[in-house]
């Protein structure tokens, strides 16, 4: 759920905090005070469009940000944000920033972590779901219906889809094989003479992993050959020479020999001495075989540095390291096989094709066996959610429609469409190709009331889906709102004092002028000053007693219809 909104700079809205809680919560004020630019604010915040046109007239940039609660059920929105390496804590929050600059730049941050737009649109779709009259929604696009019926489906469809989806994954890693094996016989060609190419270029180098290193570390040493060799000779002299380092050592350790046979404490002492002197005779002993071994062999020079230069070409050629070229070489080993052997692949892979094909469209139609099922028991859901917003005459149907054999995606071989007719001796349409305001109101919320519960998304928010009706159709669209808002969290915008009446928390959005400024205000009203807003909505501009109690009576009764959603919610549960 949506708990916090911080806007800055944005449109006419100057600096905005508010808080929102579960349950349903309303926005009301006068036309033009800001109620639309809000939701504008959560649609950029979402992963919406963003324009310079947003920014607040006289500043630099815009800033928004909102927090959410994550519901650690929703296993898609916790794998997407696994994905784009997001972490959520044990308190669930996640905090989504985002910000427009006059430069045109825009910046998104999820939980602090720089996340691109296309991300948080993602992320987002998963917290939040934005309706307004006009747009082109998740329920007012074709492409999602079959998700949509998908989520209403019994138990049984999730395991037959699981199914369904480890052979598509098969059905489309084999056609991509069956696509590379079946390539032009020039482009084997070419491919089959690159590959032995490089085989043979790699064999012949007869690669050992390790070695350059190993070279690397000769070749310096043989770069500094005559530096090498003096420093080792000059601490070998000091070391062994006549009265030199060894000699004063030998003689340090013979007295204090003799002074631990005289002072015990002096024991660690000499042993600590003689252990030394026995530790430098051993170094003396490998400089020596060391200094006697050295000698420089200007072949070797030029041996190394004719095979580093090898391995450097290999490398800007197969790969970074000598295991990568190795890697590299294992995998056109295996394209050059598969290329030579291409007609004995070709028929296996097609035998396994076709094999799979059958299995996958035996799987898909248990799916759509299923989605038969799911959409007359959608039809009669929503025939009964269109009844109770007084649209009896109208008809809604699932159109499932098979594709052509063999013409599988990853949601198997059907084409779901929502078709309603809204008037009797109408044909059906497409849910996509309703007319009038108050049908597609009607219709959305119908959708709504039943896909909540299964949709997964915390927060809806509706944008003035009210407009175009009044008298008993207002009231049934306060109902189902109020429904909704039993399972999700709603945030609405509205004209009606039906829906207003409805709220758990009642938000009144106003402007003013301020030192020449246009500024937008929120605040939250309750009691004596809901029952003042009900009563304008009601009567307009004037507020008199008998909009007053008009508003009281519609409090009182919303409370009860209030009560009896939620009553009617726990038996239902």
């Known amino acids: ?118 991300a948080v649109r993602t992320i987002a779709s998963h917290l939040v779901d934005i ?60 491919h089959i003479d690159l590959y032995t190419f490089q085989l043979n270029e790699i064999d012949e180098a007869n690669l050992v992993v390790g070695e350059d290193e190993a070279l690397e570390k000769e070749q310096q040493k043989l770069q500094h050959f ?147 099922e799911t959409a007359k028991r959608l039809e009669k859901a929503v025939m009964e959610q269109l009844e109770q917003l007084y649209m009896e005459k109208a008809t809604f149907r699932v159109s499932i429609e098979t594709k052509e054999p063999l013409a599988f995606d990853a949601n198997g071989s059907d084409d779901v469409q929502f078709l309603i007719s809204t008037n009797v001796g109408e044909p059906l349409k497409p849910l996509t190709q309703i007319a009038s305001g108050g049908e597609i109101s009607r219709m959305m919320l119908a959708l709504k009331t039943i896909f909540s519960k299964t949709q997964g998304v915390t927060s809806l928010i509706f944008d003035e889906v009210d407009t175009g009706v009044s008298g008993r159709v207002a009231q049934a669209i306060a109902d189902k709102i109020a429904t909704i808002a039993v399972h999700s969290q709603v945030l609405c915008i509205s004209h009606l004092p039906q829906v207003a009446a409805m709220a758990d928390y009642h938000y009144f959005i106003s402007k003013r002028v301020e030192e020449d400024r246009t500024v937008t205000r929120v605040r939250a009203i309750e009691h004596a000053s809901r029952v003042e807003e009900l009563s304008r909505m009601l009567s307009g501009a004037e507020i008199t007693p008998l909009s007053l109690r008009a508003a009281e009576e519609l409090l009182e009764l919303a409370k009860e219809r209030k009560q009896t959603f939620a009553e009617e919610a726990e038996q239902s549960n």
């Open 131 to 190: 309706h307004g009259q006009h747009e082109n929604q998740e329920l007012m696009n074709d492409k999602h219906h079959i998700h949509l019926l998908d989520h209403f489906a019994p138990p049984t469809f999730e395991e037959a889809h699981r199914h369904y989806t480890e052979l598509y994954e098969e059905y489309v890693e084999l056609r991509k094989k069956l696509r590379q094996t079946v390539e032009d016989e020039q482009t084997i060609a070419q």
């Open 226 to 372: 005559h530096r090498l060799f003096e420093r080792l000779t000059t601490a070998y002299e000091s070391l062994n020479g006549e009265s030199k380092g060894l000699d004063y050592i030998g003689s340090a350790m013979s007295d204090l020999e003799d002074a631990a046979t005289i002072d015990d404490d002096m024991k660690p002492i000499s042993e600590t001495v003689s252990a030394s002197f026995y530790s430098l005779q051993d170094v003396i002993h490998s400089l020596s075989s060391t200094i006697d071994d050295m000698a420089f062999d200007p072949m070797r020079v030029e041996e190394v540095e004719s095979r580093l230069a090898l391995l450097a070409t290999l490398k800007r050629k197969y790969g970074q390291t000598v295991e990568a070229i190795l890697t590299y070489r294992e995998e056109i080993e295996e394209k050059l096989d598969r290329l030579l052997h291409r007609d004995e692949r070709l028929a296996e892979e097609q035998e396994r094709l076709a094999q799979v094909e059958a299995d996958l469209a035996i799987e898909a139609n248990e799916l759509s066996l299923i989605r038969q």
């Open 1 to 118: 759920m949506l708990s916090e909104l911080s806007i800055r700079n944005f449109a006419i809205i100057e600096s905005l905090d508010i808080e929102f809680e579960r349950g349903l919560t309303v926005l009301t004020g006068e036309t033009g005070a800001g109620k639309s630019i809000i939701i504008d604010a959560v649609q950029l915040l979402a992963g919406g469009r963003g324009s310079q046109q947003f920014i607040r007239h006289g500043a630099e940039r815009a800033e928004i940000e909102g927090l959410f609660y994550v519901d650690v059920t929703n296993e898609a929105l916790l794998a997407e944000l696994a994905a784009n390496d997001i972490s959520v804590g044990e308190d669930r929050m996640l905090i989504i920033r985002r910000t427009l600059s006059r430069k045109g730049k825009t910046t998104c941050r999820v939980n602090g972590k720089l996340t691109t737009i296309a």
